[in-house]
């Protein structure tokens, strides 16, 4: 089993920064991918960003440009920089993992709240 945890979300004003961090519990090397998606009130969850073990990205098309996705191996932490922030940018975000070998499967952090207020 693989546990996630996330900080950094908050209120922010729109064209400020956040930083969101998802934390696991188990080796950065025992993961395939990881990422952030987001779900808003009433709207389904969305992509919004994944990075592979060979650091391989992968944008939404609404964020390219204003967000990136890092990874520190020496941590297990994916990292979401969240730059020119807009209120459609407001949602519950969630860090994903999708795990390798003995950790196979998919996970999901608690959620993280970001609110962009214009």
């Known amino acids: 089993q693989v546990q996630l945890v996330e900080s950094g979300g908050g209120l922010v004003q729109a064209g400020g920064s956040l930083r969101l961090s998802c934390a696991a519990s188990?080796?950065?090397?025992?993961?395939?991918?990881m990422g952030w998606y987001r779900q808003a009130p009433g709207k389904q969850r969305e992509l919004v960003a994944t990075i592979t073990s060979v650091r391989s990205t992968n944008y939404a098309d609404s964020v390219k440009g204003r967000f990136t996705i890092s990874r520190d191996n020496a941590k297990n932490t994916v990292y979401l920089q969240m730059n020119s922030l807009k209120p459609e940018d407001t949602a519950d975000y969630y860090c994903?993992?999708?795990?390798?070998?003995?950790?196979?499967?998919?996970?999901w952090g608690q959620g993280t709240q970001v609110t962009v207020s214009s």
């Open positions: 188990v080796s950065i090397f025992s993961i395939n991918a």
């Open positions: 994903y993992v999708k795990g390798s070998g003995r950790y196979r499967g998919d996970y």
